[in-house]
C-alpha cells in the first residue's frame, strides 16, 4: 500500500531550524511531485513549496528565501529545510503527491488531485 510519512516536527523557538522529510513507500517516488502544506489552527491548509520530478521548486512568497525543498529519490524522501523560523510558521505540515508540474500545484490541490497524503508532522515555532 501507497504511503507517504513524515517527519522531523517538533518545538523550535523563533529563529531556529526544523528539517522535516516526507519518505515514501509503495511509491515510485521519482515519477511524482511532492508538494509541502501546512495549516494552522482555524486557518485553511496552504501550499508551502513543491517539487517537481525534474526538481523544479516554488515557494510561498511567506517563505522564499527561508525554506528550502530538496529530493532525494534513491532514499525515497523530500525533505523541506526550515530556518529563521517564524511563530507564524506554526502548523501541521503535510506532504502530498500527485503526479504533474508544480506550476499547476494550486489546480492539482483545488482540484482535488493529491492522491497520497502523510499523516502530518506538528511543527510548533514559540515567540
Known amino acids: 500500500q501507497a504511503q507517504l510519512v513524515e517527519s522531523g516536527g517538533g518545538l523550535v523557538q523563533a529563529g531556529g531550524s526544523l528539517r522535516l522529510s516526507c519518505t515514501a513507500s509503495?511509491?515510485?517516488?521519482?515519477?511524482?511531485?511532492i508538494s509541502w502544506f501546512r495549516q494552522a489552527p482555524g486557518k485553511e491548509r496552504e501550499e508551502v513549496s513543491c517539487?517537481?520530478?525534474?526538481?523544479?521548486?516554488t515557494y510561498a512568497d511567506s517563505v522564499k528565501g527561508r525554506f528550502a525543498i530538496s529530493r532525494d529519490n534513491a532514499k525515497r524522501t523530500v525533505y523541506l529545510e526550515m530556518n529563521s523560523l517564524k511563530p507564524g510558521d506554526t502548523g501541521v505540515y503535510y506532504c502530498a503527491a500527485v503526479q504533474g508540474e508544480c506550476a499547476y500545484s494550486a489546480r492539482y490541490y483545488e482540484w482535488g488531485e493529491f492522491g497520497y497524503w502523510g499523516q502530518g508532522t506538528q511543527v510548533t515555532v514559540s515567540s
Open positions: 509503495g511509491l515510485p517516488l521519482e515519477s511524482y511531485l
Open positions: 517539487i517537481s520530478r525534474r526538481e523544479t521548486t
